[in-house]
């Protein structure tokens, strides 16, 4: 059953069978299921913290799509509070801390010498909060910094790569993006969020658990009420 499929070169022959193609399939799905549950659990749980900005993204959602029906693909587009709310997510809680890199020359990088094949990691994390960077709130959730700014998550600007950059960036950057500002609008749209046990906004435990991903240390527990009309909820 494990045939293999050849892929050869001149100076040596690497041979990828089924297993292993398979294997790679899993781990594709996984480490994208567990980053993009990662990111939203965390824009929620801003969102929380900062009423102020949850309710100007509501409103906004509100404004675009109604009280009558829930958020669809195609409303995304109109809706910029929600991208610049997911861009300072992704900042802040990238799904990854560390990008590996190797070095493909020899080279002197701010007075450091880099010998050529040497593995650097790009600290995503370190990068999205350094105050050289965002300035004095640099740990602050303000979606607002990237009004009338250029910076993106896309891989250009390299104070947020939070995808990694070049032709190495995460392939399912898209998809991603996609499925996160989705979700992050479902949650907001549908319900108001509350903290159990009369937790207060401030109170909110936001610390991190390092790792391949960086998840909340604790999980988010909230307790959610529907925001749209009864007719139309009960229709979906």
Request: aromatic share 8%; net charge negative.
């Amino acid at each position: 059953m494990n045939q293999p499929m050849g892929l050869h070169d001149d100076e040596q022959e690497v041979v990828v069978d089924r297993t292993t193609v398979k294997a790679i399939i899993i781990d594709m799905f996984a480490a994208a299921l567990e980053a993009t549950a990662v990111v939203a659990e965390w824009a929620l749980a801003e969102l929380m913290k900062n009423p102020r900005v949850m309710k100007k993204l509501q409103d906004e959602i509100q404004n675009v799509v109604g009280m009558e029906r829930m958020v669809e693909e195609a409303d995304l587009l109109k809706l910029s509070y929600l991208d610049l709310t997911v861009k300072e997510t992704l900042r802040l809680h990238p799904a990854g801390s560390l990008i590996p890199r190797e070095a493909r020359e020899d080279i002197i990088i701010d007075g450091y010498y880099i010998e050529k094949k040497t593995m650097v990691l790009v600290n995503t994390w370190g990068l999205g909060r350094d105050p050289k960077l965002w300035s004095d709130n640099a740990n602050t959730f303000y979606p607002e910094r990237f009004v009338n700014s250029d910076v993106d998550v896309r891989g250009h600007h390299f104070q947020l790569i939070p995808f990694g950059s070049g032709r190495r960036r995460c392939p399912g950057m898209r998809m991603g993006l996609s499925i996160i500002r989705f979700v992050v609008a479902q949650l907001v749209h549908c319900f108001d969020w509350e903290l159990p046990y009369g937790i207060s906004p401030e109170e909110l435990d936001m610390n991190e658990k390092f790792g391949l991903t960086i998840p909340k240390a604790k999980h988010l527990l909230a307790m959610p009420t529907c925001r749209l009309n009864a007719q139309s909820s009960s229709h979906r």
